[in-house]
């Protein structure tokens, strides 16, 4: 028999019981559904994280009192509580040290929960007032929309300038153009110098909603803050990257007189660490995922032999005539399989179909764009055809070898 005839014999069969055949499919989509929505939510929440954490530069790393995922309780947080915090003195110590080894080092210190106001307009109490040196806007992949950034004139003589985040921009001057106006921050007033370009949000949430300032300007505004500085670094190259943390961490070690053998006081962070670091934290629950899937296609894999080997019973007669008429043992078997397998297919094709939309209607309560996980999809493909011949291979066995004058006596 060719094998579309097969094939057709296959669909035949199993359109015949449909109430069978839907509670076989059954099985199957809850095991792939189960891991399929799980994956489309950390896909989603993973692309969410990647477009947020991308604004270090290219060949960019920085320096900060914590990590930059914080996970573990209480007791975890405390050691990093007690450290020390990185002082504008040691970042001039520091860049003193990297002078050509680097190509860029900066320093940033923020303030949260700020006003800003222009005329009647005022933005929202969540805005963020940083302080950056001119290294620290190199390193940052930020972009000048208008005007221009801060410049090294700026932080030699603490200027009152500003540059605005796009929601600022966005939210004071909706038609104004606003290089050249003044904008009051606390009691400050700030000349705008520049306005910078949107960045992706991350879910949902906007990382535009800032204003830059000199920092010499920023801690004549708010003192020693209590707040842990960032600094930046930014290498020549990727070939001297690596070489540039080492560098980092030598000199940050030796100001901050760090005992040897000791850890760290500090945390080198950059996009590829971070990211490896959720990817640490998802590991766990992909691993969980695939194991409750998998549990739930083994009882969707028993449940068909179950049903095929029914089938087989049901259908003695009908294998003993066609093995009358000419057909091998070759065609009965293949016959049987691709059965089991175009169940599980079926199933699998729901599973993912049902996943990926739950999963995307997941990511629209986190405000975050929708994703497609197309290695889990398949993944479990590959799965549902695993289970499909491992599971129909034994029906369709037995009835390969069906005795063909025994089978046309079965009543």
Request: aromatic content about 8%; proline content about 3%.
């Amino acid at each position: 028999m060719e094998l579309g005839q097969t094939f057709n014999l296959s669909l035949q069969s199993l359109k015949t019981n449909k109430l069978r055949t839907l509670l076989t499919i059954l099985g199957v989509v809850v095991g792939i559904f189960s891991i399929i929505v799980i994956m489309t939510i950390i896909t989603i929440l993973q692309k969410s994280i990647e477009s947020g954490v991308s604004q270090l530069g290219k060949n960019t790393f920085s320096v900060q009192k914590y990590p930059a995922v914080q996970t573990g309780g209480p007791e975890f947080w405390e050691k990093y509580r007690n450290r020390k915090d990185l002082t504008i003195e040691e970042f001039n110590r520091l860049q003193e040290q990297l002078q050509g080894q680097v190509k860029y080092v900066g320093a940033i210190q923020g303030e949260n929960d700020k006003i800003i106001k222009y005329g009647n307009k005022e933005t929202n109490p969540t805005t963020a007032v940083a302080g950056i040196t001119t290294g620290a806007f190199k390193t940052y992949n930020v972009n000048i929309d208008e005007g221009r950034e801060i410049s090294e004139n700026d932080v030699n003589y603490s200027a009152n300038v500003c540059v605005l985040g796009k929601d600022l921009r966005d939210k004071l001057f909706e038609n104004v153009n606003p290089i050249g106006k003044y904008v009051r921050v606390d009691t400050k007033q700030l000349l705008v110098v520049g306005t910078l370009e949107g960045r992706p949000p991350m879910f949902g949430q906007t990382m535009d909603n800032f204003l830059l300032i000199p920092f010499p300007t920023f801690q004549a505004m708010y003192g020693r803050t209590g707040n842990s500085i960032e600094i930046t670094v930014q290498s020549f190259g990727k070939q001297d990257y690596n070489e540039a943390i080492e560098a980092v961490i030598g000199a940050l070690r030796t100001i901050r007189k760090v005992p040897a053998g000791q850890d760290n006081d500090f945390e080198i962070l950059s996009n590829e660490s971070i990211l490896s670091q959720l990817n640490d934290i998802t590991s766990g629950v992909k691993i969980g995922a695939m194991v409750i899937s998998i549990i739930a296609l083994l009882a969707a894999g028993v449940g068909i032999m179950n049903i095929m080997l029914v089938s087989v019973t049901e259908r003695t007669r009908e294998i003993g005539v066609r093995k009358a008429i000419g057909a091998k043992k070759k065609d009965v078997l293949i016959q049987f399989i691709i059965e089991a397998i175009v169940l599980c297919l079926i199933g699998g094709f729901i599973g993912i179909t049902i996943g990926v939309g739950l999963g995307n209607v997941a990511g629209i309560f986190l405000h975050a764009s929708a994703a497609i996980p197309y290695d889990w999809v398949l993944i479990g493909l590959g799965l549902c055809l695993l289970v499909g011949i491992v599971f129909g291979t034994y029906p369709a066995y037995k009835a390969a070898n069906l005795d063909p004058i025994e089978a046309l006596r079965f009543e």
